[in-house]
């Protein structure tokens, strides 16, 4: 036995150089089963046609034009008999003698989506049923030179689990029921399948139940041994030093001896003496452990409390007879904690990186595709990027999806950006208390942690979303309990199980420096599923309570990991899917991009524009004030839960990206464009923010600082009219501690308006360091729609160029409030947008555009509340 420390990492199986590892990717073709029920309708997609894999059978068809695009208009109605049928896929490969003879020969399946009976040469070598789980399967013996057959026939989940949930005596709920008759609103398969739960609809999402080989499929071939597992395991990682443990799997043909070798490369690029050890091998799978000692270690910190330092390890093996393997991994060395004191009120959720208290911004993901397979690296870097860009330091990747490739985690360390991960369970109730669903789960789980474990980034493993929450607070138990409480009390006990026990015991084995957290939200199966004062929320009384905006300052809790409001995307992103003569609030095809409410989401949005802002003048005004509305709720949640750190510890708005082009509560449409609420939170959650509240004609100031050194400040407050004349003024300094949120003052109306109209003047809060401003709050005496804001601020726009950019400036006479930058017709990207400019105040902002001065200046469009000009 070897132990081995070096850094603090969590391992991924990675390739062995020794073994010859073939893609499989080329030369597929697929089609509908010619024996489906479905063929008599659709027989043009009988016949066999070029696939793409890894892929999906929605893209494919698509691709021969057998289906409209399931993104433009309204076709989702249409497409729902893809989900209902069997699906063949197969493709055809020589082998050369190297790969031919050798003792080992694996297929290995990143993702089967979902059913699939795989059939290697005529012979039934696999039948799958988990869409996130790895398949290996030997064939050695199975294979020749030329014109070997893989082919792979996925079966409909809902046809194959329907028979099962019909028979059960009472059902247990399940998610969204489907509105187009593929299967019984009352007879729900999706929680009884090992699927993505978006792919059975959302109420962000379309419905489009797709199959495919929807990740890498490959062969590997090997003599001797190969390594199938590599980890360093954190022991003990400290600013003086890092203690190790490097885990190598191997599996070996035969008894032996052989010499195993580490070495490792630091952030710098240095790398290590290798470290060495004679082994002895035995027949079958053993784990192989050498200590590593790193003195004075370069530690992995969220961004803004330290570097992302990344070390890259690497493990060789050297058998006889010349057989090697080898595998390497990139890893950071961090101490995570998930600190829960306790205090008169309860219990405290934090986050602690290398002992630090980080106080969690950020924002919830979702699936980035209805069929990920197609989404690029690039999409997902831009995507982190562009949270990165906005201040964000968490991301909780939401369970409902599907386990993000090691690209997404890839980034993510690179850029600091910690991971709540979700294991994929995503709503209803799982049968926990079937065996064979359990133990399918606890498989897929021992996959993915070991895939993961090596990324720094993954600071939390939580075991599902708002099951617990479902059960215990939306009725589900009591009308099950009602029906029949021995299954109640079985179907609970299931929960528990699979929740309390087995997930948290592959957390444990495979990853154990990393916590564990059975539900979101809950208190850990103790008491409460949803409580402000233990364990994380979910808050929606705000939006889908459809309380107002201003009840987010009442709720406090100990960790905000779900809150949002919706909104639509900028035009630009509309026209690509809906017609302009169908873009109406009402509109049939609008509707169908709106799945809030089975598509009466806009009256839901209507409630709240109006209680803000007033009666839209269009539909383009509509969409506008969707977007004011959601920025500024949003942007007064997260600065309350700022300003009520150590209480509150965490703020993520739901959610960052969107799955396909409608409305929804992201802050980045599916294009990637910036919604006005992502320009706001990169302003609140910036290191520096005055938060200025104002609740019960009382506004309270509070300085956040999330630096990890003192901060010498300043703030100021100026009440000025909407024309620029400015009434009073006041300041004062001091010094911000660090991870503080520091309260300066409270004042009421009276005392900042000094008799002046309520409905045209306005508080300006700042924050400023060195003299500059850094943060700034604007504080207005009552709902948008009650203001005389001007109808034109006057607003001057010049352009100049910058090297391989324009720059826009902007001046504004009179208040200009949430003022829009938009290009008609024109991709172009300002610098900021989504802004308040006070009366005699200029802006310059950069943008970068594919055109020239005067296709944009042409294109440049303005709008702000009360009013819109070119």
């Given at each position: 036995?070897l132990?081995?420390?070096?850094?603090?990492?969590?391992s991924a199986p990675?390739?062995a150089?020794?073994p010859?590892v073939r893609?499989?990717?080329?030369?597929?073709?697929f089609?509908?089963?010619?024996?489906?029920?479905?063929?008599a309708?659709?027989?043009a997609?009988?016949?066999w046609?070029?696939?793409?894999?890894?892929?999906?059978?929605h893209?494919?068809l698509l691709?021969?034009?057998l289906?409209p695009?399931?993104?433009v208009?309204?076709?989702?109605?249409?497409?729902?008999?893809?989900g209902?049928?069997?699906?063949?896929?197969?493709?055809?490969?020589?082998?050369d003698?190297?790969a031919l003879?050798?003792?080992?020969?694996?297929?290995?399946f990143?993702?089967?989506?979902t059913?699939a009976?795989?059939?290697l040469?005529?012979?039934r070598?696999?039948?799958?049923d988990?869409?996130?789980?790895?398949?290996?399967?030997?064939?050695?013996?199975?294979?020749?030179?030329?014109?070997?057959?893989?082919r792979?026939?996925?079966?409909?989940?809902?046809?194959?689990?329907l028979?099962?949930?019909?028979?059960m005596p009472?059902?247990?709920?399940?998610?969204?029921?489907?509105?187009?008759?593929d299967e019984?609103?009352?007879a729900?398969?999706?929680?009884?399948?090992?699927?993505?739960?978006?792919?059975?609809?959302?109420?962000?999402g379309?419905r489009?139940?797709?199959?495919?080989?929807?990740?890498?499929v490959?062969?590997e071939?090997w003599?001797?041994?190969r390594i199938?597992?590599?980890?360093?395991?954190?022991?003990?990682?400290?600013?003086?030093v890092?203690?190790?443990?490097?885990?190598?799997?191997?599996e070996?043909?035969?008894?032996?001896?052989?010499t195993?070798?580490i070495?490792?490369?630091d952030p710098?690029?240095?790398?290590?003496?290798?470290?060495r050890?004679?082994v002895?091998?035995?027949?079958?799978?053993q784990t192989l452990?050498?200590?590593?000692r790193?003195?004075?270690?370069?530690?992995?910190?969220p961004a803004?409390?330290g570097?992302?330092?990344?070390y890259?390890?690497r493990?060789?093996?050297?058998?006889?007879?010349?057989?090697?393997?080898?595998?390497r991994?990139?890893?950071g060395?961090?101490?995570?904690?998930?600190?829960?004191?306790?205090?008169?009120r309860?219990?405290?959720f934090?986050?602690?990186?290398?002992?630090i208290e980080?106080?969690?911004?950020?924002a919830?993901?979702?699936p980035?595709?209805?069929?990920?397979?197609?989404?690029?690296d690039?999409?997902?870097r831009?995507a982190?990027?562009d949270?990165?860009?906005?201040?964000?330091?968490m991301?909780?990747?939401?369970g409902?999806?599907?386990?993000?490739?090691?690209?997404?985690?890839?980034?993510?360390d690179?850029?600091?950006?910690m991971v709540?991960?979700?294991?994929?369970?995503?709503?209803?109730?799982?049968?926990?208390f079937?065996?064979?669903f359990r133990?399918?789960?606890?498989?897929?789980?021992?996959?993915?942690?070991?895939?993961?474990?090596?990324h720094?980034s993954?600071?939390?493993?939580?075991g599902?979303?708002?099951?617990?929450?479902?059960?215990?607070?939306?009725g589900?138990r009591?009308?099950?309990?009602?029906?029949d409480?021995?299954?109640?009390?079985?179907?609970?006990d299931?929960?528990v199980?699979?929740?309390?026990?087995?997930?948290r015991?592959?957390?444990?084995?495979?990853a154990?420096?990393?916590?564990?957290?059975?539900?979101?939200p809950s208190?850990d199966?103790?008491?409460?599923?949803?409580d402000?004062?233990?364990g994380?929320?979910?808050y929606?009384?705000?939006?889908?309570?459809?309380?107002?905006v201003?009840a987010?300052?009442?709720?406090?809790?100990?960790?905000?990991?779900e809150?949002?409001?919706?909104?639509?995307?900028?035009?630009?992103?509309?026209?690509?899917?809906?017609?302009?003569?169908?873009q109406?609030?009402?509109?049939?095809?609008?509707?169908?991009?709106?799945?809030?409410?089975a598509?009466a989401?806009?009256?839901?949005?209507?409630?709240y524009?109006?209680?803000?802002y007033?009666?839209?003048?269009?539909?383009?005004d509509f969409?506008?004030?969707?977007?004011?509305m959601?920025?500024?709720?949003?942007?007064?949640?997260?600065?309350?839960?700022?300003?009520?750190?150590?209480?509150?510890?965490?703020?993520l708005?739901?959610?960052?990206?969107?799955v396909?082009?409608?409305?929804?509560?992201?802050s980045?449409?599916?294009?990637?464009?910036?919604?006005?609420?992502?320009f706001?939170?990169?302003?609140f959650?910036a290191?520096?923010?005055?938060?200025?509240?104002?609740?019960?004609?009382?506004t309270?100031l509070?300085?956040?600082?999330?630096?990890?050194?003192?901060?010498?400040?300043?703030w100021?407050l100026?009440v000025?009219d909407?024309?620029?004349?400015?009434h009073?003024?006041?300041?004062?300094?001091l010094?911000?501690?660090?991870?503080s949120a520091?309260?300066?003052?409270?004042?009421r109306?009276a005392?900042?308006?000094?008799?002046?109209?309520?409905?045209?003047?306005?508080?300006?809060f700042?924050?400023?360091?060195g003299?500059?401003p850094?943060?700034?709050?604007?504080?207005?005496?009552?709902?948008?729609?009650?203001?005389?804001?001007?109808?034109?601020?006057?607003i001057?726009a010049?352009?100049?160029?910058?090297?391989?950019?324009?720059?826009?400036?902007?001046?504004?006479?009179?208040?200009?409030?949430?003022?829009?930058?938009?290009f008609?017709g024109?991709?172009?990207?300002?610098?900021?947008?989504?802004l308040?400019?006070?009366p005699?105040e200029?802006?310059?902002?950069?943008?970068?555009?594919?055109a020239?001065?005067?296709?944009l200046?042409?294109?440049?469009?303005?709008?702000?509340?009360r009013?819109?000009?070119?």
């Open positions: 036995m132990a081995l420390a070096a850094a603090a990492l969590l990675l390739r150089a020794g010859q893609e499989l990717h080329a030369g597929w073709s089609r509908l089963a010619p024996g489906d029920p479905q063929a309708a659709h027989a997609a009988t016949q046609r070029a696939a793409t894999v890894p892929g999906h059978v893209i494919d691709a021969h034009g289906i695009d399931p993104y208009g309204a076709p989702e109605a249409q497409l729902q008999w893809i209902l049928a069997q699906w063949e896929y197969r493709t055809r490969f020589d082998l003698a190297a003879h050798r003792r080992h020969a694996d297929l290995v990143e993702g089967l989506d059913f009976d795989v059939w040469n005529g012979e070598v696999l039948a799958a988990n869409a996130f789980r790895t398949w290996r399967v030997p064939v050695a013996g199975k294979l020749r030179a030329h014109g070997n057959e893989l792979i026939v996925f079966h409909s989940p809902i046809r194959r689990m028979p099962r949930v019909q028979a009472h059902r247990i709920a399940g998610n969204y029921p489907s509105p187009y008759g019984p609103k009352d729900m398969t999706a929680n009884f399948v090992r699927k993505p739960g978006y792919h059975y609809g959302w109420d962000w379309p489009y139940v797709t199959a495919g080989v929807w990740r890498a490959r062969l071939s003599d001797g041994l199938a597992d590599f980890h360093v395991r954190q022991r003990r990682i400290e600013a003086d890092a203690e190790l443990a490097a885990e190598v799997e191997v070996a043909d035969a008894a032996g001896r052989a195993l070798a070495d490792w490369m710098a690029g240095r790398r290590a003496r290798p470290l050890e004679t002895s091998l035995h027949p079958g799978l452990t050498l200590p590593v790193i003195e004075r270690p370069r530690r992995w910190y803004g409390y570097e992302q330092a990344l890259t390890f493990a060789r093996l050297d058998g006889a007879g010349g057989a090697h393997a080898q595998a991994q990139r890893t060395l961090r101490r995570v904690e998930l600190r829960r004191p306790l205090d008169r309860g219990q405290g934090a986050f602690a990186i290398n002992g980080v106080f969690a911004k950020g919830n993901v979702i980035f595709d209805m069929f990920p397979a197609r989404v690029s690039a999409t997902l831009r982190l990027e949270a990165r860009a906005a201040n964000m330091n991301l909780r990747n939401w409902g999806g599907y386990y993000e490739r090691d690209a997404f985690f890839d980034v993510a690179e850029l600091g950006l709540w991960q979700d294991f994929m369970y995503g709503g209803g109730m799982q049968p926990g079937d065996p064979a133990a399918n789960a606890v498989a897929e789980a021992r996959d993915q942690v070991r895939r993961l474990r090596r720094p993954i600071v939390l493993w939580c599902n979303n708002e099951e617990e929450t479902a059960w215990k607070d939306w589900h009591h009308r099950l309990a009602e029906a409480p021995a299954f109640a009390r079985t179907v609970w299931g929960y199980q699979l929740f309390g026990r087995d997930l015991d592959v957390v444990a084995r495979e154990g420096d990393v916590p564990y957290w059975s539900s979101s208190n199966l103790d008491g409460k599923a949803n402000s004062d233990r994380d929320k979910h929606w009384e705000v939006w889908a309570g459809s309380k107002p201003e987010y300052l009442d709720e406090t809790p100990r960790f905000m990991s809150f949002g409001l919706q909104a639509w995307p900028v035009r630009a992103t509309l026209d690509a899917a809906i017609p302009r003569a169908e109406g609030i009402d509109a049939p095809v609008t509707r169908a991009h709106q799945k809030f409410m598509g989401g806009n009256e839901r949005l209507l409630h524009i109006r209680a803000g007033g009666e839209p003048a269009d539909f383009a969409v506008y004030l969707s977007q004011v959601q920025a500024e709720g949003v942007e007064l949640a997260a600065l309350h839960h700022r300003a009520s750190r150590p209480r509150t510890m965490g703020s708005y739901w959610q960052l990206n969107d396909w082009p409608g409305a929804s509560w992201s980045i449409d599916w294009y990637g464009r910036w919604k006005a609420l992502h706001h939170a990169r302003r959650f290191p520096l923010a005055a938060a200025a509240l104002r609740k019960d004609g009382r309270a509070t300085l956040v600082s999330d630096r990890a050194e003192p901060v010498r400040a300043e100021t100026r000025l909407f024309e620029g004349r400015e009073h003024a006041g300041r004062g300094a010094t911000l501690a660090p991870l520091t309260p300066v003052g409270e004042w109306d005392e900042l308006l000094r008799g002046a109209d309520p409905a045209r003047t306005a508080a300006v700042e924050l400023r360091v003299g500059a850094v943060s700034r709050r604007v504080v207005y005496f009552g709902p948008a729609k009650a203001l005389a804001l001007p109808r034109d601020p006057g001057r010049l352009w100049r160029r910058d090297g391989d950019a324009f720059v826009l400036s902007l001046r504004a006479q009179r208040l200009a409030r949430a003022l829009w930058i938009d008609d024109v991709e172009a990207r300002p610098a900021d947008n989504a308040t400019l006070l005699g200029t802006v310059e902002l950069r943008v970068r555009a594919d020239d001065l005067e296709r200046r042409a294109a440049l469009r303005l709008r702000w509340l009013g819109a000009v070119p």
